[in-house]
């Protein structure tokens, strides 16, 4: 199975400030990366997939990059709605076996 | 609009069953695979497998081999997950997710629109 792990786990900032979370796989994963964001008490919300690729109606200051085994989400200037927890997913897996890394919480500083 | 309208909070014996629904609407239900995911309390997102409305289809994650079943209804959209044998660990937050993919030739595939999420909880 591919194993996902996420850093930090939790970080705090300031509205404006540029955030970078890291993805890792236990493998090669090609591109095959999706980014969530979960606020609390809602469904998560895709925002980026094949690693790079913003979903629709997704503002522009989410961006996604990498490939293989090492992955970036970064939001170039952290908005208050933006304070949630971001989960990675890969979908690299054949017969799929997906597989969520633990999260990361953005919170207020 | 494009929704996935989840079924009640369900409150179970350990050793029962459950089994949650999900109605698609605003879309055609047998073009885009329906995904469950669930969440305990303060912890993360764990897949547990999909299914092809169209062909029937399921793949499961290893985890919930033997204890978990997807069906669905295609006359009235709608897809089921259904899990056998619950303990208490099994205490969750159940959420039904539509499955894209992006093209066929990259199989980019990702979860695009998600139901509100259904509570199942089990306790004595």
């Known amino acids: 199975d591919i194993q996902m792990t996420q850093s930090p786990s939790s970080l705090s900032a300031s509205v404006g400030d540029r955030v970078t979370i890291t993805c890792r796989a236990s493998q090669s994963i090609s591109s095959y990366l999706n980014w969530y964001q979960q606020k609390p008490g809602k469904a998560p919300k895709l925002l980026i997939y094949a690693a790079s690729s913003l979903q629709s109606g997704v503002p522009s200051r989410f961006s996604g990059s990498g490939s293989g085994t090492d992955f970036t989400l970064t939001i170039s200037s952290l908005q208050p709605e933006d304070f949630a927890t971001y989960y990675c997913q890969q979908s690299y897996s054949t017969p799929f076996q997906f597989t969520f890394g633990p999260g990361t919480k953005v919170d207020i500083k | 609009q494009v929704q996935l309208v989840q079924s009640g909070a369900e409150v179970k014996k350990p050793g029962a069953s459950v089994k949650v629904s999900c109605k698609a609407s605003g879309y055609t239900f047998t073009s885009y695979d329906i995904n469950w995911v669930r969440q305990a309390t303060g912890q993360g997102l764990e897949w547990m497998g999909w299914?092809?409305?169209?062909?029937?289809?399921?793949g499961y994650a290893q985890k919930f081999q033997g204890r978990v079943t997807m069906t669905r209804n295609t006359s009235i959209s709608t897809a089921y997950m259904e899990l056998s044998s619950l303990r208490s660990e099994d205490t969750a937050v159940y959420y039904c997710?539509?499955?894209?993919?992006?093209?066929?030739?990259?199989?980019?595939?990702?979860?695009?629109?998600w139901g509100k999420g259904t509570t199942v909880t089990v306790s004595s």
């Open positions: 997710a539509r499955g894209s993919l992006y093209d066929i030739l990259t199989y980019y595939y990702y979860m695009d629109v």
């Open positions: 299914m092809n409305p169209n062909s029937g289809n399921t």
